[in-house]
């Protein structure tokens, strides 16, 4: 069955709305596959109630999904989607997933379905404040793949508050030593790179500083042993793709998050953020990262948190950090970004 769903958490109560048009009694249809969950399969429900309704709500879809575990024969049940609940008084509404009656089902993984998310913060997931779907993007990711492939995948949060690109370039060989069964590496460095506080901010490796689409010399790039390379977000990307290539693994990037101001927090934030120098800077890496994309034949397009979360600052905690629903955001563009 297909449809949506509400959970409070507050009171264990679980309202799934049917929308399954070929049953020909959806309160029926419903009430026999929980049953079949809670009785032919001995999988005990409790403390859930279970309430089954027919009309529509404009929340997340879902799939109420039932199989059998290789060993004892008993069920998972995993629902996803949206939580209705209370604070002071106001009613907020947050992605929410929950499993739920026994143990963990166990699915034939798949040798393309390791991957390792290597970045900074942003990967690490500081400023998480939603633990109900793990910390960061990257456990949300997994249940997306999952859920949408019917396989296991593994997802390696190999996030390091404060890092540069630098920094991952020195540390990206003893991570694939020690991630050998990996295929795929989610990567994304540049906002430390950026900082536009107490330290001197990485260069893109353009040619030209800020320019915009249309100028002359736009996007161009500079070359191995040109002033100006060697150390440049450019040069230390292009070894990072490098040494991942060469491992036979398929490095994937992504854009550059917009920043709100020049640190995360006990800063003001930037009074006009679109002209700070720091995201001229920011645009300058993505421009950066298109021409690595297109170089090194990667045929996956980048998501681009630079746009998402400059649209949606409520994404973020503070100043460069998402919050819970902006690493949902985030596992999203990548679920977008990844799908064939």
């Known amino acids: 069955i297909e449809g949506t769903f509400n959970i409070s958490p507050s009171n264990k109560k679980i309202l799934v709305q049917v929308e399954d048009s070929s049953l020909n009694n959806i309160e029926d249809g419903c009430a026999e596959i929980l049953s079949d969950l809670a009785i032919d399969k001995g999988v005990s429900l409790e403390p859930w109630e279970i309430t089954c309704l027919v009309q529509t709500v404009k929340l997340s879809k879902l799939k109420i999904r039932k199989e059998a575990a290789e060993a004892k024969g008993k069920l998972k049940i995993k629902v996803k989607g949206v939580a209705s609940f209370e604070v002071d008084g106001d009613m907020k509404e947050k992605k929410f997933s929950y499993k739920k009656g026994c143990e963990i089902i166990k699915k034939k993984a798949r040798i393309d379905d390791y991957y390792v998310a290597f970045g900074d913060s942003i990967t690490f997931g500081s400023d998480d404040d939603i633990m109900a779907d793990g910390f960061g993007y990257p456990p949300v990711l997994d249940d997306l793949l999952e859920n949408y492939t019917g396989f296991i995948h593994t997802i390696v949060n190999a996030g390091i508050p404060g890092e540069k690109s630098i920094d991952g370039l020195a540390r990206v060989q003893s991570l694939i030593?020690?991630?050998?069964?990996?295929?795929?590496?989610?990567?994304?460095?540049?906002?430390?790179?950026s900082r536009a506080l107490g330290t001197v901010p990485v260069p893109s490796g353009l040619k030209y500083y800020g320019l915009d689409p249309g100028d002359p010399g736009y996007g161009e790039l500079l070359d191995p042993g040109d002033p100006g390379y060697d150390g440049s977000f450019l040069d230390n990307m292009q070894q990072i793709i490098d040494a991942i290539v060469a491992s036979g693994k398929t490095p994937i990037l992504a854009k550059v998050p917009f920043a709100f101001g020049p640190c995360g927090g006990g800063c003001?934030?930037?009074?006009?953020?679109?002209?700070?120098?720091?995201?001229?800077?920011?645009?300058?890496y993505n421009t950066v990262i298109n021409a690595l994309v297109a170089d090194n034949g990667i045929s996956v397009t980048p998501p681009d948190f630079y746009e998402h979360f400059r649209a949606n600052p409520e994404e973020f905690n503070d100043n460069i950090h998402p919050d819970g629903t902006g690493y949902q955001s985030m596992a999203d563009l990548w679920f977008d970004a990844l799908l064939p």
């Open 177 to 193: 030593n020690s991630h050998p069964q990996a295929t795929i590496f989610l990567i994304l460095f540049g906002t430390n790179d």
């Open 268 to 284: 003001e934030p930037f009074t006009d953020p679109d002209s700070a120098s720091r995201n001229i800077l920011i645009q300058d």
